[in-house]
Each structure stands twice: as C-alpha cells, then as structure tokens.
C-alpha cells in the first residue's frame, strides 16, 4: 500500500477516535498520575517502557514535566518479538544521539530478561561506585496502559529471587490485557547485595491525545484508549469471538489474501476514494478468509475487523515499526 493511502488511514482513524466520547481519563488514572509524580523524584531509577513498535508515540508525557538531567532514566523498548528487527537498531542509535539510555527487551522471554537483569545491576553497580551509597537501590517502573510494565516487572522479579526463602514468598503483580487494571504501586525485589526493588505502577495516560496519528497507532498496536461508546472503531470488549483465526493455515490465508488484494490495484491509491475501494474490496475477501458469514447490521465487518486487528497486534500477519525515525 502507498504512502498516500497510509496517511489517509491513519488520519481518518486518528480523527474518529479523538472526535468520540473519551472516558479513558478517569478519576482513578488522574490519583495514579499524582500519585507517580509524587515518587519520581525519589526513585534511583525510571525504567521508562515503551512498545517497540512506536518508540515516540508510546512515551510516557508525565516524564515531561520533570528536567532530564534530573532522572536516572532508561527508556525500555518492550515487545522487540513484534517490532521490525533492523528499525529497532536505528532506535537504538538514536536515543544514543540524543545522549539516553536504551535497551530493548521481549518480557516473555527468559534469556532476553536475563541479560536486562545483568544490565540493570550494571548500572546500579555503577550508581554504587559513584555516591558510595549503601541504600536499597529502587527502579520506577512507568509508561502508558499495556506496554507490558507488569510482565516485565514479574519477569525480572523472577529470575531476580536468589535465597529459597524469598522463593517461597513469591509475590506477582497483576498481568491484564485491558488498560488501567494495575491499580496500586507494588514493589517487587529483583536482586540481593545489592537490594534492588522494582516499583511496578499502574499505566497512566495524558487528559487528551491531540495528535489523532499518535491515536491511531496507540490503537493499532493494543494501546487503545478506552470509554467511547459511540465509536464504529471501538472493538466491543464484551463481545468474544471464535479463536480460530489464530491457527497457521488461517493466517497465512488471511496474508495471502490481503497481499492480493492490494496487488490488484498496483498501489494506484491516491485519494481517500481510492481508499474506501480498496477496503471494500479487502472486507469481501477477507470474509471468505475467515469463513465468516454474511450477517446483518455489519456484524460481519465487526467480526471481520476483530480477527484482523488481533492478528495484526500479535504479529502474526508481520514484524513492524509504525514509528518514522526523525529526520
């Protein structure tokens, strides 16, 4: 697909989702943030996370209203399975130019973990070496809903533990799929001699998203933000479909079909017509693909548009980078 239907997209998406009701800001996310705020400055770390497929429009902006120079801030590109593998290292290069510390990470995999662990007691060794300091060592844990803060948190809590009695004690963080469920900060120890403790924090997002392409790939990649109602692009929770779409042979229908269906128009897209054309086109095909049938009152489309956006989110249909490197 071209740029211009990829700009038309992504504006057109943007701007239904900031033009619908938005309950995402709740009283609950506006105590987290103050709460957070409040904690900031106290801890010897901000293990800023972010998703790896958009490395600027995943960033935490509570982190904005405190100076650079006084955070000890590592910014966490999470769920690198799911991100373009040769854009990630561009990333990296360039929060090194622009003098911050990175690291990328998938919490799902142990070895990756590891060597996080083994980097994040490098920098408290360092820390250590610096302010000669004998404190236990705390890492902030922050960013915005389902980046995987607590996945991430009870990863390195778990490979962490060293004596058999703190196995025995072990304690979790709550793991959700659905924004804002870590209600409260828990600490969690990932190390001894030195004591580190991560502080896992619930995901908080700013009163409003005026850029409407940050909100179109907050939603792409499962960051949506929550509470429109009205909203034709809001996937009703509530509402389970058959997981079918998930086995191999499914998928590699569903890609099959798509690639065809874009190649028929030899990405001859150029106006926002063109575009409706295309994803017309593409809701026929693909309704074949998932051997979904025709229904009434565009439930099929809802089914339609569930399935492929799972799918897209998981990274079964493709690695990605929606994030542009800036020029």
Not at 146 to 175: F, M, W
């Amino acid at each position: 697909m071209g740029m211009a239907s990829r700009s038309i997209g992504l504006k057109e998406i943007g701007e239904a989702l900031k033009k619908a009701k938005s309950g995402w800001y709740s009283l609950h996310m506006a105590a987290a943030s103050h709460a957070i705020a409040q904690r900031i400055p106290l801890a010897d770390f901000i293990l800023e996370v972010r998703d790896a497929r958009i490395p600027l429009s995943s960033h935490c902006q509570l982190l904005s209203n405190f100076p650079p120079s006084s955070l000890r801030r590592i910014i966490v590109m999470n769920k690198t399975d799911l991100a373009n593998r040769s854009q990630l290292k561009e990333w990296t290069k360039y929060f090194e130019q622009q003098n911050c510390i990175s690291y990328g990470v998938n919490s799902h995999n142990k070895e990756d973990v590891k060597k996080f662990l083994n980097f994040l007691q490098a920098q408290v060794r360092e820390l250590k070496r610096i302010d000669h300091s004998g404190h236990t060592t705390t890492m902030m844990i922050i960013g915005i809903p389902n980046v995987g803060k607590s996945a991430l948190a009870n990863s390195l809590h778990q490979l962490g533990r060293i004596s058999a009695a703190e196995k025995g004690k072990l304690k979790h963080t709550i793991v959700s799929p659905h924004p804002g469920e870590t209600k409260n900060i828990s600490s969690l120890k990932i190390g001894s001699h030195p004591n580190i403790y991560v502080l896992d924090t619930p995901g908080i997002l700013p009163p409003q998203i005026h850029d409407s392409e940050v909100c179109t790939k907050l939603a792409l990649t499962g960051q949506e933000v929550e509470g429109s109602s009205d909203s034709k692009l809001n996937m009703k929770r509530k509402r389970q479909y058959p997981s079918d779409h998930t086995q191999d042979f499914m998928v590699n229908r569903v890609r099959r079909t798509l690639l065809e269906s874009i190649s028929c128009l030899d990405g001859n897209i150029k106006n926002e017509k063109d575009l409706e054309e295309l994803i017309e086109v593409q809701f026929t095909a693909l309704r074949e693909a998932f051997l979904v049938s025709l229904e009434p009152c565009n439930d099929s489309q809802t089914k339609i548009s569930a399935k492929l956006l799972n799918l897209y989110r998981t990274g079964r249909l493709g690695h990605y980078t929606l994030d542009p490197l800036p020029l």
